[in-house]
């Protein structure tokens, strides 16, 4: 069965452009979740969509922004690119919403973006 | 606040041996998911194990077991027989059962090496 995919792999994109990565999540996955991954550190929680509605969003402002559609894929938007920005982003998906363990989520390659 | 804190940056274990990669969590939730995630070098992370807080026993997949001390707040992943592709970052993740959002919260991670 495929896992999670991503798209692009890689990305190198300038100040204050815009960028969308893409998520296709496990087939019969209905949630997907989207993180930042700064070099050194752990993932940070950006967003969650279920059922094509958000469910969660972390401490990101508002350049931010993501859907779903109804094949459960998702989309992560960001404008005005900053440097900041640059970082491994990964996608996760899920089974649903209910249940610690039917919350288990499985990632994606990523897409690595740089921005210069 | 939920927070997840994994204090050593870095080991090195020889082949064969056993390794425990230490994790203590903080959370005022009574109901909680504890997660272990790989990341090797390619960017993926990889779901290794999962421990609900209500679990009695403690979780065991193939090579890897969490040591669950529920009054410590640890949750320790304990690898048998290591191998020279466990070298990798290992990531302790944690999430509360009453958020509708999937949001995991990763702790800053351990880079292992296996050593021949």
């Known amino acids: 069965d495929a896992g999670v995919t991503q798209s692009p792999t890689h990305l190198i994109k300038t100040r204050g452009q815009h960028v969308t990565l893409r998520c296709s999540p496990i087939?019969?996955?209905?949630?997907v979740s989207w993180y930042q991954q700064v070099l050194g550190q752990g993932p940070q929680f950006i967003f969650q969509?279920?059922?094509?509605?958000?469910?969660g969003r972390g401490n990101f402002p508002d350049r931010f922004s993501a859907r779903q559609f109804p094949n459960y894929s998702s989309e992560l938007n960001v404008n005005a690119l900053l440097l900041g920005d640059s970082a491994l982003y990964l996608c996760?998906?899920?089974?649903?919403?209910?249940?610690?363990?039917?919350?288990?989520?499985?990632f994606g390659p990523g897409t690595r973006l740089l921005v210069l | 606040a939920q927070k997840i804190t994994q204090t050593q940056p870095g080991m090195f274990v020889q082949e064969k041996e056993a390794v425990t990669l230490d994790c203590t969590y903080d959370?005022?939730?009574?109901?909680?998911?504890l997660f272990w995630y790989k990341q090797p070098s390619s960017g993926e992370m990889i779901f290794l194990i999962y421990?609900?807080?209500?679990?009695?026993q403690n979780a065991t997949e193939g090579r890897y077991s969490l040591n669950f001390q529920k009054a410590r707040k640890s949750a320790n992943l304990v690898i048998s027989a290591s191998q020279l592709g466990d070298s990798a970052m290992y990531f302790c993740?944690?999430?509360?059962?009453?958020?509708?959002?999937?949001?995991?919260?990763f702790g800053s991670g351990t880079r292992l090496s296996i050593r021949p």
């Open positions: 996760a998906s899920s089974f649903s919403t209910g249940g610690l363990e039917q919350e288990t989520q499985y």
């Open positions: 087939s019969g996955h209905k949630s």
């Open positions: 969509y279920y059922e094509k509605e958000e469910r």
């Open positions: 959370t005022s939730d009574q109901s909680y998911g």
């Open positions: 421990q609900g807080s209500y679990d009695e």
């Open positions: 993740a944690m999430r509360d059962a009453y958020s509708s959002a999937s949001k995991i919260i």
